[in-house]
């Protein structure tokens, strides 16, 4: 039995996913290219460039999709959804491979603000927000937006902490934090 191999925007899409988060999105564009085993022509008709190429990876990487099934798991009510994001956000990362948020690292590795990278790692921070706003709707929480923002800062301080220091299991710490936060709201 044959496999098909991926064409190459497929293969620059996953090279560059895996080559950035090694090495961050300032890596070389020949990195890309040689670990895609494609021309640079083809970056160029795919993606107009490295910048295209990386903005374009990175939306197709956002996985919040990742959280929602956290939460879908651990079944219907909001408080336990909520938890349920620190407890997979403490297996992700005890993981020797994890690297940190690959959204966060490009956006403090891209000084240019108008890269195209910018807007869709917003946009993907957006989604989180709103995913975590929509769960604190459901638990009746008097202040869903600032409470999905704590929820948030406290997903993204996990992410940058469990880099350095990730046998503190700081995905713990954190979800200790939101129960706090969602047993005593607004205080």
């Known amino acids: 039995m044959q496999t098909t191999r991926p064409g190459p925007r497929e293969r620059l899409l996953d090279a560059a996913r895996d080559v950035t988060y090694a090495h961050g999105v300032t890596v070389g564009v020949d990195a890309i290219l040689q670990r895609a085993d494609v021309a640079r022509r083809s970056l160029y008709q795919h993606f107009g ?6 903005a374009e ?6 996985n ?4 929602r099934e956290t939460m879908d798991a651990a079944g219907d ?3 336990t959804r909520l938890l349920a994001v620190f407890d997979e956000l403490d297996r992700v990362t005890s993981r020797p491979e994890f690297r940190g948020c690959r959204f966060t690292s490009a956006e403090l590795a891209l000084a240019d603000p108008d890269h195209p990278a910018h807007a869709e790692i917003r946009a993907y921070k957006e989604r989180m927000h709103e995913m975590f706003r929509a769960e604190l709707v459901r638990l009746g929480h008097p202040d ?10 406290l997903v993204d301080g996990v992410l940058a902490h469990a880099v350095t220091r990730a046998d503190s299991h700081p995905a713990l710490a954190a979800k200790g934090l939101v129960a706090l936060m969602l047993d005593r709201p607004g205080r």
């Open 49 to 54: 460039g490295k910048d295209g190429l990386i």
């Open 57 to 62: 990876m990175l939306r197709e990487t956002s």
């Open 64 to 67: 919040e999709y990742r959280y």
């Open 77 to 79: 009510d909001p408080r």
């Open 144 to 153: 869903p937006d600032t409470g999905a923002t704590q929820i948030l800062v």
